[in-house]
């Protein structure tokens, strides 16, 4: 099956720098892929949809100043959080939709995650 | 989408089956049942999809009620490595949020020996 893959698995930064994901789509072309961001013992919750060749949409509540998103190719999407706090701490996730499985399709392919913890 | 309500917790022992139950109510008739599950610190995983017609694959096979109003995952040798939260989730297939899913809290399934 179709595989995505993030980069790093996880990644302790200080208070105050950036951090940058990566979120690769490893066998199809990924028009768009989602990023979540999971809290310790609750579930998953949309963050943003990154959209190649445009600006990224994001969901309520989520600064886009502070969680940019940059998908520059089709197999490449990155989420960068900007002055990072702890309060940002968190399990990052992200999904790629394959536009090219059709009606038999599982709809998104997940990452294994990103696992930030800001000091 | 519809909004799913699952039980928070149940247990499995190793080898029998594991039933885990989602209402949907409120579910309307082009939105399908999907099941993905999440293994600690991992991302979700696809399990299965369905409509109408009960459906089964290498992983699970998935039961739905004939008003579609609930439906049950069914793990029919439940493993240690099964222990996981399972989210159900009902939505319409395609359409311009393809591949946009909303989570719920999920069933937290612990398989023990």
């Known amino acids: 099956g179709a595989v995505v893959s993030q980069h790093p698995s996880w990644v302790i930064c200080k208070s105050g720098t950036s951090v940058k994901i990566e979120c690769r789509s490893l066998d199809f072309q990924a028009t768009t892929m989602f990023w979540y961001r999971q809290f310790p013992k609750q579930s998953l919750m949309l963050m943003a949809t990154s959209n190649e060749g445009s600006k990224a949409t994001y969901e309520q509540g989520v600064e886009k100043d502070k969680f940019l998103i940059n998908h520059a190719s089709l197999t490449l999407s990155t989420l960068t959080v900007t002055s990072a706090h702890p309060e940002d701490s968190s399990f990052y996730i992200c999904?790629?939709?394959?536009?090219?499985?059709?009606?038999?399709?599982?709809?998104?392919?997940f990452g294994q995650g990103t696992r930030l913890t800001v000091v | 989408d519809a909004k799913t309500t699952q039980p928070t917790s149940m247990d499995c022992a190793e080898g029998r089956a594991a039933n885990l139950p989602c209402n949907h109510s409120t579910i309307s008739g082009n939105e399908y049942v999907y099941w993905y599950r999440q293994i600690h610190s991992q991302g979700p995983q696809y399990i299965i999809h369905?409509?109408?017609n009960n459906e089964t694959n290498e992983m699970a096979s998935l039961i739905i009620t004939e008003d579609r109003k609930s439906s049950t995952l069914i793990l029919p040798h439940a493993t240690l490595r099964d222990t996981a939260v399972y989210y159900c989730?009902?939505?319409?297939?395609?359409?311009?949020?393809?591949?946009?899913?909303?989570f719920g809290q999920g069933t937290i399934l612990t398989v023990h020996p």
């Open positions: 999904s790629a939709r394959d536009p090219g499985q059709g009606s038999l399709n599982t709809e998104a392919f």
């Open positions: 989730i009902v939505r319409v297939l395609g359409g311009t949020s393809y591949g946009k899913l909303t």
């Open positions: 369905g409509l109408k």
